[in-house]
């Protein structure tokens, strides 16, 4: 299948201004906007999880792993970046509820959970980008502001 084309830069007529980004992970920090909020109620548990600098893939199974439930029952939104600090809603099975504190550590913790009757799927609404550019030109922020 051929790759989709890529989308028209706003910008390709402006001069750049440097800069490395994705230097540490606290330099990138993606906020995912739901579609919904969980409701309170129901068979699914949503857990509101910060990771640093973990692979998607690596944070389902991690997930599974430390809850002891399959990686296929756990649901998230969409797939996040590995070199960055992101928050997203994943949803296990409600049963999972009492090894939740298992799943805290030095790269994955969890700052909020809920009930929900449906598991999150691939949908949301977006998300919310902080990004830190380490070594733009000193007049960066002045042309960021302007554009």
């Given at each position: 299948?051929?790759?989709p084309p890529?989308?028209p830069?706003?910008t390709?007529?402006?001069?750049?201004?440097?800069?490395?980004?994705?230097?540490?992970?606290?330099?990138?920090?993606?906020?995912?906007?739901?579609?919904y909020?969980?409701?309170?109620?129901?068979?699914?548990?949503y857990?509101w999880?910060e990771k640093?600098?973990?692979g998607?893939?690596?944070?389902?199974?991690?997930?599974?792993?430390r809850?002891?439930?399959?990686?296929?029952?756990?649901?998230?939104?969409?797939l996040?970046?590995?070199?960055?600090?992101?928050?997203?809603?994943?949803?296990?099975?409600?049963?999972?509820?009492?090894?939740?504190?298992?799943?805290?550590?030095?790269?994955i913790v969890?700052?909020?959970?809920?009930?929900?009757?449906?598991?999150?799927?691939?949908?949301?609404?977006?998300?919310r980008?902080?990004?830190?550019?380490?070594?733009?030109?000193?007049?960066?922020?002045?042309?960021?502001?302007?554009?």
């Open positions: 299948m051929p790759m890529a989308p830069l706003l390709a007529d402006l001069p750049g201004v440097g800069g490395r980004i994705k230097v540490e992970p606290d330099d990138f920090e993606v906020d995912e906007l739901p579609a909020e969980p409701s309170g109620a129901g068979d699914h548990l857990l999880v640093r600098d973990v998607p893939e690596f944070f389902a199974r991690t997930i599974a792993q809850l002891g439930t399959h990686p296929g029952a756990v649901g998230t939104a969409g996040k970046d590995r070199r960055a600090v992101t928050r997203q809603w994943v949803s296990v099975p409600a049963e999972c509820e009492p090894h939740v504190k298992r799943i805290d550590g030095p790269v969890v700052h909020r959970r809920m009930r929900r009757q449906r598991r999150v799927k691939r949908r949301g609404i977006g998300d980008f902080f990004l830190r550019d380490r070594s733009a030109q000193k007049s960066a922020a002045r042309i960021f502001r302007r554009r």
